[in-house]
């Protein structure tokens, strides 16, 4: 992508009313434009990363076998009468009549109506077990949104939902989920803690929250120090065999948030005391919405039974913002490659030299053959300019092109994480990208 025909609207002015690093970050780099409270348009940049954390979850989502669907952001208010949480679910539901007077609103969430889909469909065990997923924007009206797309009220989660004869299997189904996140959380370069949690609106009696630490976050965590240091992988994990073991190891350390924090529990933990930023979020609720909504199975021996249901929840647009917390320095941000916007940045410092400008075309051109996303800066701005808007910007690497060093066929390749910033020659830069 060439700068010049690219949609990116950088700030210079730190905005005023941005609190934490992310949001003032996320603004100042023309990812997201504010259009009122809570409510945020995604510019380009800020939109390729949100496909990017998208993409990782659908890959893990789909490896445990869970299908993904697009339910609507309307709903009708029936589905919510008959499981009973119209009336409970207060001020955060955005409700909303439509021109014949009926009652729809604006998802918070989806467990009425993927009870609906799937009593419509599943009538027998056999259609057993069942995850269906999808990744679409919710609405709660939140109090007090804050910290720009961190606490949003219109929000882009992905939200699964499991089916089980019973008990036992649901617990499958849990730990099923329970083991993606931490690979979803992986993938993304974040240590995410999972830790028992209360169950909220959603209800039922199992409940884990997936927390990532980060001086900015909003809830207060304590942490046993030896599940930070441990060295988790999670590649051979085979899906089909009991994951229980493996589920309760995880779940054996000491890992809570402020209300569950009970001082008297730690006295012999080295403890880590911090905040941190809830990213996901499990539920078993058993039969909550299947009695109340009649979505029952025929078992194997002819008797009918409400299906066992789970819900699991990531939240994808607040992932843009904690990604950011955890990884920048003051000069902005330091993408992970996983997610990264683009991969790498050229910086041609002068538009007006043949030999710059013939070279960073070329680079250019052969590094997206190599598969690579590139930012290409062919604007004529000033080169310090050119340079901190690229740091600000934080791609993975920086190829940095000036008359100076063209003049004996070199560039520098700079490293935006380490900083490290080496001499390569022109006919090398690709054998560099090749390995990387
Ligand atoms: P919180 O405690 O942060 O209000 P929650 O417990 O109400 O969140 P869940 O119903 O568990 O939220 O939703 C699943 C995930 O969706 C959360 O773990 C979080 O990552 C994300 N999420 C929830 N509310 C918001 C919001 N207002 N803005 C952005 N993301 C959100
Ligand atoms: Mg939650």
């Known amino acids: 992508m060439f700068l010049t025909k690219?949609?990116?609207?950088?700030?210079?002015?730190?905005?005023?009313?941005?609190?934490?690093?992310?949001h003032r970050l996320m603004l100042r780099c023309g990812m997201i434009k504010q259009d009122s409270a809570g409510i945020y348009s995604w510019l380009p940049l800020g939109n390729k990363v949100l496909a990017k954390i998208s993409k990782i979850v659908k890959?893990?989502?789909?490896?445990?076998?869970?299908h993904e669907i697009l339910m609507p952001t309307i709903q009708s208010s029936d589905l919510w009468k008959e499981s009973g949480r119209y009336e409970d679910y207060g001020l955060e539901m955005l409700r909303i009549k439509d021109r014949h007077k009926r009652s729809l609103l604006y998802g918070p969430t989806n467990e009425e109506m993927v009870t609906d889909i799937f009593r419509t469909h599943i009538k027998s065990y056999r259609g057993l077990p069942l995850n269906l997923y999808h990744i679409q924007w919710k609405f709660r009206d939140e109090v007090r949104p804050r910290f720009g797309v961190m606490r949003g009220r219109e929000f882009l989660m992905k939200d699964a939902y499991s089916f089980d004869v019973d008990e036992k299997r649901a617990q499958h189904s849990y730990n099923k989920m329970f083991i993606s996140y931490l690979k979803i959380f992986q993938r993304l370069g974040l240590t995410a803690i999972p830790m028992e949690a209360d169950t909220g609106p959603i209800g039922g009696d199992r409940s884990h929250e997936f927390v990532i630490?980060?001086?900015?976050?909003?809830?207060?965590?304590?942490?046993?120090?030896?599940?930070?240091?441990?060295?988790?992988?999670?590649?051979?994990?085979?899906?089909?065999?009991?994951?229980?073991?493996?589920?309760?190891?995880?779940?054996?350390?000491?890992?809570?948030?402020?209300?569950?924090?009970?001082?008297?529990?730690?006295?012999?933990?080295?403890?880590?005391?911090?905040?941190?930023?809830?990213?996901?979020?499990?539920?078993?609720?058993?039969?909550?919405?299947?009695?109340?909504?009649?979505?029952?199975?025929?078992?194997?021996?002819?008797?009918?039974?409400?299906?066992?249901?789970?819900?699991?929840?990531?939240?994808?647009?607040?992932?843009v913002a904690a990604l950011i917390e955890a990884n920048h320095d003051n000069l902005g941000i330091i993408w992970?490659?996983?997610?990264?916007?683009?991969?790498?940045?050229?910086?041609?410092?002068?538009?007006?030299?043949?030999?710059?400008?013939?070279?960073?075309?070329?680079?250019?051109?052969?590094?997206?053959?190599?598969?690579?996303?590139?930012?290409?800066?062919?604007?004529?701005e000033r080169a310090g300019v050119k340079m901190s808007n690229m740091d600000l910007l934080g791609f993975p690497w920086q190829i940095i092109i000036g008359p100076r060093l063209a003049k004996s066929s070199h560039c520098e390749i700079k490293n935006r994480s380490s900083g490290?910033?080496?001499?390569?020659?022109?006919?090398?830069?690709?054998?560099?990208f090749k390995e990387r």
């Open 59 to 66: 890959e893990e989502q789909d490896k445990t076998g869970a």
């Open 213 to 319: 630490l980060a001086e900015t976050g909003e809830s207060k965590v304590y942490c046993d120090s030896k599940f930070l240091k441990m060295k988790l992988t999670f590649d051979d994990v085979d899906y089909n065999k009991d994951l229980q073991e493996l589920v309760d190891k995880l779940t054996s350390f000491y890992a809570v948030t402020d209300e569950k924090h009970d001082p008297q529990k730690t006295k012999n933990i080295d403890l880590t005391e911090t905040r941190g930023i809830e990213v996901g979020h499990i539920f078993y609720f058993g039969t909550k919405y299947s009695k109340a909504m009649g979505a029952e199975v025929a078992l194997s021996n002819g008797s009918m039974a409400p299906v066992h249901m789970g819900s699991y929840g990531v939240g994808i647009s607040r992932l």
């Open 420 to 432: 490290e910033v080496i001499q390569v020659k022109f006919d090398k830069i690709l054998d560099f």
């Open 6 to 22: 690219y949609f990116l609207p950088l700030l210079k002015e730190i905005p005023k009313d941005a609190q934490i690093t992310s």
């Open 336 to 380: 992970p490659h996983s997610i990264a916007p683009f991969d790498i940045g050229i910086i041609n410092l002068s538009v007006e030299d043949s030999i710059c400008n013939e070279i960073s075309h070329k680079i250019y051109e052969k590094l997206q053959l190599l598969g690579k996303e590139v930012l290409y800066d062919d604007t004529n």
